[in-house]
């Protein structure tokens, strides 16, 4: 049904990369970790989980980040998107990042810099960005939050200078094979069919031909 709805209703096809995610999901997996690097596409499949998650399964759904800045880049896209929708919205108040539909469905933005925030009733998908900065009491908080049939989806990029709570997490629920838990997922970049994306590749490659071309495949450089 997901695919389905992404393809009559937003006109989204994911990626391979991607489609690692929507299988999970539909395989009952509650939470998911995506590992991957800028512009890969993580952000976008967010996005369109939670506007299925909203329109399709009437579901309260968080948008959450380290920061406003950062929880907006995925939230200001889906207030855009629900309006145009169509379906009627009882509450919309975007200074305070909310929005509430008549058939049931709520989007709420929350930023973590503020713990407070994470309060209030239950929500059924949480969807946090750069989740590299999650720290062990963001996440327990989150955890509490969570109800009925959930979905915590994580993506991030790999921490710097070492390893994030985050990664660990993840890597501590995989070898422990622990139930409903999938990740980290990665895909390469070049997987995004963005046009940006698929330019910048072609550029790259075409440097890698020349290096190899002239001065070697054992080249440095190469």
Same mark, same amino acid.
């Not at 391979?16 to 009952?28: F, L, R, T």
């Not at 399964?57 to 169509?86: A, C, F, H, N, Y």
């Given at each position: 049904?997901?695919?389905?709805?992404?393809?009559?209703?937003?006109?989204?096809?994911?990626?391979?990369?991607?489609?690692?995610?929507?299988?999970?999901?539909?395989?009952?997996?509650?939470?998911?970790?995506?590992?991957?690097?800028?512009?890969?596409?993580? *952000?976008?499949?967010?996005?369109? +989980?939670?506007?299925?998650? +909203?329109?399709?399964? *009437?579901?309260?759904?968080?948008?959450?980040?380290?920061?406003?800045?950062?929880?907006?880049?995925?939230?200001?896209?889906?207030?855009?998107?629900?309006?145009?929708?169509?379906?009627?919205?009882?509450?919309?108040?975007?200074?305070?990042?909310?929005?509430?539909?008549?058939?049931?469905?709520?989007?709420?933005?929350?930023?973590?810099? *503020?713990?407070?925030?994470?309060?209030?009733?239950?929500?059924?998908? +949480?969807?946090?960005?750069? *989740?590299?900065?999650?720290?062990?009491?963001?996440?327990?908080?989150?955890?509490?939050?969570? +109800?009925?049939?959930?979905?915590?989806?994580?993506?991030?990029?790999?921490?710097?200078?070492?390893?994030?709570?985050?990664?660990?997490?993840?890597?501590?629920?995989?070898?422990?094979?622990?139930?409903?838990?999938?990740?980290?997922?990665?895909?390469?970049?070049?997987?995004?069919?963005?046009?940006?994306?698929?330019?910048?590749?072609?550029?790259?490659?075409?440097?890698?031909?020349?290096?190899?071309?002239?001065?070697?495949?054992?080249?440095?450089?190469?």
């Amino acid at each position: 049904p997901m695919l389905e709805w992404f393809e009559e209703k937003r006109s989204f096809t994911p990626h391979p990369g991607q489609m690692q995610v929507v299988e999970a999901i539909n395989n009952g997996a509650h939470e998911i970790d995506i590992c991957c690097g800028k512009r890969s596409g993580k *952000s976008l499949l967010a996005m369109e +989980v939670a506007l299925y998650r +909203v329109l399709g399964l *009437s579901q309260r759904v968080w948008i959450m980040g380290p920061t406003w800045d950062i929880v907006d880049r995925i939230w200001r896209p889906m207030w855009g998107e629900i309006r145009k929708d169509g379906i009627p919205i009882t509450d919309r108040q975007k200074e305070s990042r909310l929005i509430r539909t008549a058939n049931g469905g709520l989007l709420e933005g929350v930023s973590w810099a *503020s713990p407070e925030q994470i309060e209030g009733e239950g929500v059924h998908v +949480v969807i946090t960005d750069e *989740s590299q900065y999650l720290t062990q009491d963001i996440y327990d908080k989150i955890r509490a939050r969570l +109800v009925g049939d959930w979905l915590w989806l994580r993506i991030g990029s790999p921490a710097e200078g070492g390893m994030s709570f985050y990664e660990d997490n993840a890597f501590a629920e995989e070898l422990a094979n622990r139930p409903g838990h999938v990740g980290p997922i990665r895909w390469p970049t070049w997987l995004n069919p963005c046009p940006e994306v698929q330019e910048t590749v072609r550029i790259e490659l075409d440097t890698l031909e020349f290096l190899k071309e002239s001065r070697g495949a054992n080249d440095p450089a190469y």
